[in-house]
Structure formats: structure tokens, C-alpha cells
């Protein structure tokens, strides 16, 4: 398994203005992901994280709004840009392995006003 | 496109009841399984995972899952639930062949048992 730790754990931010979370994973692993969790809702993965290239965007989701650095195997950073009340939500970071298992880290509880 | 189905959204038991929560997905190949249990406040943790060979597979806090291939199924079991197993269940999917390690989420069922 994999302890992920991230930063901040929660934020409120101005309108316009952009957050970036930290990622950390205590091992060096092959996949790391960021999702948003709405309140009361599921996980939508945003993208994956590559080492050493872009990132992989899922649809609906675009790097100009949500670019994704990833230096080495260990680390992760999302920044959620321009944001609007509706960007409001809890982003999740994971990291996992090729058969698919997952461990993700606490969350970063975002409230823009 | 793969999807994955969790027909109890909420559910409410009491203390010593039995649990099983529904989970089916839509892919025809080689899938790998999990179950993520959220509890209050807390952060997603990985109940039990299912990759090959025995169907009926354990996982913590005396959970089980059984994976039916023909049902495209892989519900959640716990024979004698406790106040403490209040919390939210995510099955999950990855497609075994699929190349971008991603998992598939379902809606969730938030289980709440009462004392």
C-alpha cells in the first residue's frame, strides 16, 4: 500500500483567483490520479498524472482549467485556475499500480466564494 | 464505454442485520474489482479487490464480495453489521486489458445503521 498525503487540506478562495494542491506518495509509484468528489456524490477523475509528460485529461476537463504537474514518482500537483463557486468541491488525490488498485489520499476541501 | 451500477443509494439497517450491497458493471473482458469504503470524515480506503481465482473474496472488518461473471456482478457482503460500518461504499472497475490503469466509479450507497 501507499500512504498519499496532500495540501491544503481545505481552502477558501476569491472568485478568479486559482488554488494548486499538493500530492505526496511515501513510495515511488507508476500511476497517480486527481478526482473531484461533489458533497454527497461520487468520484469523477479529472486526469491522470504522467511522470515526465502531460497529463491525460478525461473529457470535460481541460488543462487550460486544471493543469497537472508531475516531476517524479513520487509527487503531484493540480491547480484548479479561474474559479467560480461552481469549481466548489473536494479534490482527491490517488496513486496506484497497473492492476488497477488505488489508495487515495485525504482530500482537499475547496470552497470558493 | 464501461460503467458501473449501484442500485442502493441509501440504506438503513439495524445493529446485527445482514448487508448486501449490489454492484454491476458493463464490460465484456477481464475486469478487476474493488470495493472503497468512506467512512464520516474520512478518507477513501480499499475494503477488498478482486483480480483472479476464487470468487468469494475477504476483505476487512469481516466484509466479502462474490464476483458472478455471468451476472456481471460483484456484490458487497457482511453477515452481522455494527453501528461502526456506517459509512459510504464505492465499487469500482478496471477493465483488465485497459491500458490507462483507471478505475470506474459507481454513485455509491450510503449505509447507515442504526444502534
Known amino acids: 500500500s501507499a500512504v498519499i498525503s496532500q495540501k491544503p487540506s481545505r481552502d477558501i478562495c476569491q472568485r478568479g483567483t486559482s488554488l494548486t494542491i499538493q500530492c505526496q506518495v511515501d513510495s515511488q509509484v507508476t500511476m497517480m490520479f486527481w478526482y473531484r468528489q461533489q458533497p454527497g456524490q461520487s468520484l469523477t477523475l479529472i486526469a491522470t498524472?504522467?511522470?515526465?509528460?502531460?497529463?491525460?485529461?478525461e473529457s470535460g476537463f481541460v488543462i487550460d482549467k486544471f493543469p497537472i504537474s508531475r516531476p517524479n514518482l513520487t509527487f503531484s500537483t493540480l491547480t484548479v485556475s479561474n474559479l467560480s463557486p461552481e469549481d466548489s468541491s473536494i479534490y482527491l488525490c490517488?496513486?496506484?499500480?497497473?492492476?488497477?488498485?488505488?489508495?487515495f489520499g485525504p482530500g482537499t476541501r475547496l470552497t470558493v466564494l | 464505454a464501461q460503467s458501473v451500477s449501484q442500485h442502493n443509494h441509501h440504506v438503513i439497517l439495524s445493529e446485527a442485520a445482514s448487508l448486501e450491497l449490489g454492484c454491476n458493471y458493463s464490460?465484456?473482458?477481464?475486469?478487476?474489482l474493488f470495493w472503497y469504503v468512506q467512512y464520516p470524515g474520512q478518507h477513501l480506503q480499499l475494503l477488498l479487490k478482486y483480480f483472479s481465482g476464487d470468487p468469494l473474496v475477504k476483505g476487512i472488518k469481516g466484509f466479502e464480495a462474490e464476483f458472478i461473471k455471468s451476472k456481471f456482478s460483484f456484490n458487497l457482503r457482511k453477515p452481522s453489521v455494527q453501528w461502526s460500518d456506517t459509512a459510504e461504499y464505492f465499487c469500482a472497475v478496471k477493465g483488465g486489458m485497459d491500458s490507462s490503469y483507471k478505475l470506474i466509479f459507481g454513485s455509491g450507497t450510503r449505509l447507515l445503521v442504526r444502534p
Open positions: 490517488s496513486a496506484g499500480g497497473a492492476r488497477g488498485e488505488q489508495f
Open positions: 498524472a504522467n511522470q515526465g509528460s502531460e497529463a491525460t485529461y
Open positions: 464490460y465484456g473482458g477481464t475486469v478487476n
